[in-house]
């Protein structure tokens, strides 16, 4: 059971260059989300989409797009990178929505390097 | 407005020992709370989850957290420390029905030989 796959692993982008990265779960899972990982600030989301369809912006969206293409595949897009959006990319998907408890599964990460 | 806060950025503690990762939190509603541990270069894995059947909650690889509401803490701990047990672990929080988590900045535990 593979859980959360993203990819790629790494990345190194130069300024103002366009990338995608893919996260993709095999848990039926309702809710995806992005975060990104700097040192000392823990997780911070960036855009999460509650169920197939729609999505919603996190507490740092600036300079990201999502798309949620269907209930498995979640991709973010940073249409012009900056050295600021050098950081770890974790994707996770989680099985509730609303009320519902529910914890969240995480991806191995995407380590992007912007120079 | 629902926030997390780790007391301790580093804790060090001897091969054996106990181990205290402290953790407040802030929650207009019935939170749900979590602990995650991340080794180098890995993803986040669960280690243990609060949904209100009991206060004190048993979690892998031998830790526990108890919640306290009337000091709005959820301290994490473990009675014999391994070298094993190194790593970074945050504090996660889900007040009542909303659809993220909210993390803490981190503590990173250090096991001494």
């Known amino acids: 059971n593979a859980g959360v796959t993203q990819t790629p692993k790494f990345q190194v982008l130069k300024t103002g260059q366009s990338m995608t990265l893919q996260c993709a779960q095999d848990?039926?899972?309702?809710?995806m989300y992005w975060y990104r990982q700097d040192p000392g600030m823990g997780l911070r989301l960036i855009y999460y989409s509650a169920s197939e369809g729609t999505t919603d912006k996190g507490e740092v969206p600036n300079g990201y797009n999502v798309s949620r293409l269907n209930k498995r595949e979640f991709s973010l897009r940073l249409e012009s990178a900056a050295p600021s959006q050098t950081s770890v990319y974790f994707c996770?998907?989680?099985?509730?929505?609303?009320?519902?408890?529910?914890?969240?599964?995480f991806g191995q990460g995407t380590r992007l390097t912007v120079v | 407005a629902q926030s997390v806060t780790q007391l301790d950025s580093h804790v060090s503690v001897s091969e054996g020992t106990p181990v205290l990762l402290r953790c407040n939190y802030s929650s207009s509603y019935s939170p749900s709370l979590f602990w995650y541990v991340q080794h180098p270069n890995k993803g986040l894995q669960l280690l243990l989850k609060?949904?209100?059947?009991?206060?004190l909650v048993k979690g892998i690889n031998g830790f526990e957290a108890e919640f306290k509401k009337s000091e709005t803490s959820f301290h994490l701990t473990k009675p014999s420390a391994h070298m094993s047990d190194a790593a970074e672990y945050f504090c996660v929080v889900r007040p009542g029905s909303a659809r993220q988590l909210t993390f803490g900045s981190g503590t990173q535990l250090t096991v001494l030989p």
């Open positions: 848990m039926n899972h309702n809710s």
């Open positions: 609060y949904t209100s059947a009991a206060t």
């Open positions: 996770a998907s989680s099985k509730g929505t609303g009320g519902q408890i529910s914890e969240a599964f």
